[in-house]
Nanobody, 127 residues
Framework: VQLQASGGGLVQAGGSLRLSCGIS????????IAWFRQAPGKEREMVSY????????YYLDSVKGRFTVSSDNAKNIAYLQMSRLKSEDTAVYYC?????????????????????WGQGTLVTVSS
């Protein structure tokens, strides 16, 4: 499985960015694509995920209502649309994949579920 994150950059507070995660090599029908971020001096945290085939989503409380996760299965791309960005959203953002042999029965909110990681893309929000 290979993941390729892109779309980061410098944006003013209140602005928007869309991150993309190109996905290849997932052979299981049941999987989750998550976005994590790590700010300087802070621990990595999960921002959002989307599961397939159910389409269940999760958002970190601080991004609810501002970020939207989606995926285009035909193009094998997952997206994180980020709006109303704040300086505290500044971080390196990573996409990651978790695969499941069967139905996803527990929300994959822990990083230990994710075996495959893309390289990070830096998002800098200027205040």
């Amino acid at each position: 499985v290979q993941l390729q994150a892109s779309g980061g950059g410098l944006v003013q507070a209140g602005g928007s960015l869309r991150l993309s995660c190109g996905i290849s090599g997932i052979l299981f029908n049941n999987y989750a694509i998550a976005w994590f971020r790590q700010a300087p001096g802070k621990e990595r945290e999960m921002v959002s995920y989307i599961t397939r085939p159910s389409g269940s989503t999760y958002y970190l409380d601080s991004v609810k209502g501002r970020f939207t996760v989606s995926s285009d299965n035909a193009k094998n791309i997952a997206y994180l649309q980020m709006s109303r960005l704040k300086s505290e959203d500044t971080a390196v953002y990573y996409c990651a994949a978790a695969t499941f042999a069967g139905e996803i029965v527990s929300p994959p909110t822990g990083s230990f579920y994710y075996d495959y990681w893309g390289q990070g893309t830096l998002v800098t929000v200027s205040s």
